[in-house]
C-alpha cells in the first residue's frame, strides 16, 4: 500500500517510504536515519544525499514534543472545504524533528499556546482514510 | 559600474479577470515596455516567459508567446519558482547578457488566474507544497504565512492590528495607481473586521488572486546606452531556497530564504541596507511585509512593526515600501508580479513615478518570494 488513502486529498501514490503507511495502520509515526550519518529525517527520507546510502532505517517518533505555531484555517482550498475550520500547527520532537499536522478536535481553539506539550499519533478517519495528528501531550 | 541593464519595463493592469487570453495579455505589457523605444522585436535576443503552471490548460506558454510576439525564430524558454518567477527570470536574463551570449533579453512574466475559482486556484496553489506528505493537510499559502505570523506574535508581541496597518499604507497608495486591482482606501476597521481566513490572517491581509503581465527588457550595458538615456543598472542580485517543507523550515521568525538572498545582493552591491531609498517588497500577506522589514536589514528581528507604526515607510518616511500599493492593493498574478515590483523600482529611480515619487530615489531594492517563504529572491537597482 501507498500514500493513497493519507490525509484528506492524496495527490500521489507510490514512495520508496511506503512502509510508512504500515507502521502509520499499527499505530507508529516513524522517521528514517542514516546509520552511516546519522541524520535522521522526518518527511521520511529512503536516501542519504550526504553519503549517498540508501540504507536509512525507520524509528519511532516518541515521546513529547512543543507546539512551535498554528493557524486555524476557515477557507479550506477545494477537496477540503468540509474540513474547514481545521487547524495545522507545527510540533517540535526530540532529535530536532518539525513535523506538520493537524490539532487533534479535542484541543478546543482557547486552550491552544505556543509551547504546550502534544504528541503526535496515528488517526484513522471515519471515511476509511488515515493521517497523523497532535494530541495535547 | 555594472554592465547589465534594465532598458525598459511595462505591466498590464492587473484586475480580477482580464477578459483575453495570455498571448493577449502578455502583449499589453510587451507593448507599454517597448513603446516609445527605438528598436524592434528583432533586436531581442532571447525571450524568458515566467509563470506558473496549472491555472490555464496552456502547456509550454513559451512558444505561444514567443510566437504571438513575432520573436522566433529567436531562443524562449520558461522559467518558474511561483509567485517570484519573472526575478528568477530577470537572474536569468542578467547571466545570459553578462555571459556574452546575448546583448538583449526580454523577461515576460504573466499569470491568468480568473478561469479558475479562488478555491481551486488555492487547492494548485496548496500543491506548490509537499504533495506526499503536507498538501494532504489542507496547507495553504495564507495558512503557511498565518504560521509565521502566529510565531511573529507569540515571540514579540506582533499584534493584529501591526498587520493591519501595512494594509492601511498599501491601500492608501494602491488608490493613486492606475494599475492596481483594489484602488479604495481600506481603514483600519474595515482590515480588522474582515472575515478570518486563516487565523491570524483576515481577507484584507491577504493578496487577492489576479490576471496580469510584466516585461522586462535587459540590455549589455552599452547598446541599452544606446537605447535609453537613463538606463537602470542592475547591481545586486541575490537568490536563495529553503525547503519545501514546513517541517525543515529552522525559523519561524523570517524567511531564511529571504536573508540569505539580501545578503547575496547586499555583498554583490557593496551596499547597506540603509543606502536603500525605495523598496519593493513581496507583501502576499500584511505579516510578508513585516518579515521582509526585518529579513532585508531595514529594522532587527522582532523591530520590523516600529516601522510601519511610525510610519516610516511611507513614500516621505526613512525607507518608503510598496509606495505603489503591493501585492495587497495590485493582486498578485502570480508569474507577473516580480517584474511589476522591478517596474515599480525602475520608475522610481527614472523619477517617473507619477502615483507617489519618493524624491530623488537613487537606490532601489526589490524583494520577491516564491511560495510559502521558499524561493528568495532580492534585486538592488541603481540609476
Ligand atoms: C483571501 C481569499 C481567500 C479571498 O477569496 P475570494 O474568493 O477570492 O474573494 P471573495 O469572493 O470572498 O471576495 C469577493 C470580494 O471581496 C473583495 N476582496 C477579496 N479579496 C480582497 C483583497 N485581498 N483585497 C481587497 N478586496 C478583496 C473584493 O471586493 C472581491 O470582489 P471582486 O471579486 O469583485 O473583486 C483569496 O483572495 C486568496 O486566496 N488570497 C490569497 C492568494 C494567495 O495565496 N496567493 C499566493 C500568495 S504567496
Ligand atoms: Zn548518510
Known amino acids: 500500500m501507498g500514500f493513497e488513502n493519507f490525509g484528506t486529498v492524496s495527490f500521489t501514490a507510490e514512495a520508496k517510504v511506503a512502509d510508512f503507511i504500515t507502521y502509520l495502520e499499527q499505530g507508529k509515526v516513524m522517521a528514517t536515519r542514516c546509520p552511516k550519518c546519522g541524520v535522521s529525517y522526518f518527511p521520511p527520507k529512503a536516501d542519504c544525499p550526504s553519503c549517498l546510502s540508501g540504507e536509512v532505517e525507520w524509528f519511532e517518533v516518541k515521546g513529547k514534543g512543543k507546539l512551535a505555531t498554528y493557524t486555524i484555517v476557515n477557507y479550506g482550498p477545494s477537496g477540503f472545504e468540509d474540513d474547514a475550520p481545521y487547524i495545522l500547527a507545527l510540533g517540535e520532537f526530540e532529535g530536532g524533528i518539525q513535523i506538520l499536522a493537524r490539532l487533534s478536535k479535542d484541543?478546543?481553539?482557547?486552550?491552544?499556546?505556543?509551547?504546550m506539550s502534544l504528541v503526535v499519533s496515528s488517526v484513522k478517519r471515519p471515511d476509511g482514510r488515515i493521517a497523523y495528528e497532535f494530541k495535547k501531550g | 559600474m555594472a554592465d547589465v541593464a534594465i532598458v525598459s519595463a511595462g505591466q498590464s493592469v492587473f484586475t480580477r479577470s482580464c477578459g483575453e487570453s495570455i498571448r493577449e495579455l502578455a502583449f499589453e505589457a510587451f507593448k507599454e515596455a517597448l513603446e516609445g523605444l527605438d528598436i524592434t522585436t528583432g533586436d531581442i535576443d532571447a525571450s524568458i516567459i515566467c509563470s506558473a503552471p496549472e491555472y490555464d490548460k496552456q502547456r509550454s506558454p513559451a512558444g505561444l508567446i514567443s510566437e504571438y510576439l513575432e520573436l522566433t525564430?529567436?531562443?524562449?524558454?520558461?522559467?518558474?519558482?511561483?509567485?517570484?518567477?519573472?526575478?528568477?527570470g530577470l537572474r536569468v536574463a542578467w547571466s545570459l547578457v553578462k555571459s556574452g551570449l546575448h546583448k538583449m533579453v526580454a523577461v515576460i512574466g504573466f499569470q491568468k488566474m480568473s478561469e479558475l475559482s479562488s478555491r481551486d486556484a488555492a487547492e494548485r496553489m496548496g500543491r506548490g507544497a509537499d504533495i506526499i506528505w503536507e498538501s494532504p493537510f489542507g496547507l495553504t499559502m495564507p495558512a503557511g504565512y498565518a504560521m509565521y505570523a502566529q510565531a511573529h506574535m507569540d515571540k514579540y508581541g506582533t499584534t493584529e492590528e501591526h498587520l493591519a496597518k501595512v494594509r492601511v499604507k498599501n491601500s492608501h497608495y494602491g488608490a493613486t495607481n492606475p494599475k492596481a486591482t483594489y484602488r479604495k482606501e481600506l481603514s483600519l476597521e474595515d482590515i480588522l473586521n474582515s472575515e478570518v481566513i486563516t487565523s491570524p490572517l483576515k481577507k484584507f491581509d491577504c493578496c487577492a488572486n489576479a490576471d496580469g503581465s510584466s516585461c522586462i527588457i535587459v540590455a549589455r550595458g552599452d547598446v541599452a546606452k544606446g537605447i535609453t538615456d537613463k538606463p537602470i543598472w542592475?547591481?545586486?542580485?541575490?537568490?536563495?531556497?529553503?525547503?519545501?517543507?514546513?517541517?525543515?523550515r529552522e525559523l519561524l521568525t523570517g524567511l531564511k530564504c529571504a536573508q540569505e538572498a539580501a545578503r547575496q545582493a547586499y555583498k554583490m552591491a557593496r551596499l547597506k541596507p540603509q543606502d536603500i531609498d525605495v523598496a519593493e517588497v513581496h507583501d502576499c500577506f500584511t505579516v510578508s511585509e513585516i518579515l521582509a522589514y526585518e529579513d532585508l536589514g531595514f529594522a532587527k528581528p522582532g523591530e520590523g512593526v516600529g516601522l510601519i507604526e511610525d510610519k516610516e515607510t511611507y513614500a516621505d518616511g526613512t525607507i518608503p515600501v510598496n509606495v505603489d500599493g503591493g501585492l495587497l492593493s495590485k493582486g498578485h498574478p502570480i508569474g507577473a508580479t516580480g517584474g511589476s515590483q522591478i517596474r515599480t523600482i525602475v520608475r522610481q529611480l527614472r523619477g517617473e513615478a507619477t502615483e507617489a515619487q519618493v524624491k530623488g530615489a537613487e537606490i532601489g531594492l526589490v524583494h520577491n518570494i516564491g511560495g510559502i517563504g521558499q524561493y528568495g529572491n532580492v534585486t538592488i537597482l541603481r540609476r
Open chain 2, 234 to 248: 542592475i547591481v545586486g542580485l541575490g537568490a536563495a531556497t529553503d525547503t519545501m517543507t514546513m517541517a525543515g
Open chain 2, 73 to 88: 525564430p529567436k531562443p524562449s524558454f520558461y522559467v518558474e519558482t511561483v509567485c517570484s518567477s519573472s526575478s528568477t
Open chain 1, 107 to 115: 484541543i478546543a481553539p482557547n486552550d491552544i499556546k505556543a509551547g
